[in-house]
């Protein structure tokens, strides 16, 4: 497992609407995950089409589509040890019924189709949706002593 392990996360419209920005940030950060890229926007149909190919048979794709249209939102990339798997594990279930208190989807969220946040499944996956998210050049890269500028020198 490498230090420099990446996964893709996003904060869906009802996350952003409900003002947990700051919140699920801080969950990733207080677990001593770097956050590499960071993005505010409405997703187009066309990229939420793509990023969500893999159910695009499911009878509720439509749905999704347009529920992730309904407003803003945070696209983010965090890096760390085992991030993929210990961000779902944060995440929890995609039934926030059946998610454990603790988890952000056990805290914060009630139903299914409004579960406040996306996050890779696989590195595969985080691979490829960072790559619709984000250009290379937008990824910061934490090299040892790229940014000793943030502590004192001794």
Do not use: C
Not at 57 to 72: A, C, D, E, N, V
Request: charged letters at 25%; a positive charge.
């Amino acid at each position: 497992m490498s230090n420099n392990e990446r996964t893709f996360i996003m904060i869906k419209p009802d996350g952003v609407a409900r003002g947990l920005i700051g919140t699920i940030i801080k969950r990733f950060e207080s677990k001593g995950f770097k956050l590499v890229a960071m993005k505010l926007s409405h997703a187009s149909e066309s990229q939420l089409r793509l990023h969500y190919a893999d159910l695009a048979t499911r009878p509720f794709f439509s749905s999704l589509i347009r529920y992730m249209q309904m407003g803003p939102t945070v696209q983010m990339v965090w890096e760390g040890a085992g991030i993929v798997r210990s961000a779902r594990n944060m995440l929890g279930e995609t039934n926030p019924a059946d998610s454990r208190p603790g988890t952000i989807r056990g805290d914060f969220a009630i139903q299914t189709g409004r579960n406040l946040i996306h996050g890779s499944d696989s590195l595969e996956s985080a691979k490829r949706e960072i790559s619709l998210w984000f250009k290379l050049d937008e990824l910061i890269n934490y090299e040892m002593g790229q940014y000793g500028w943030v502590y004192e020198q001794k």
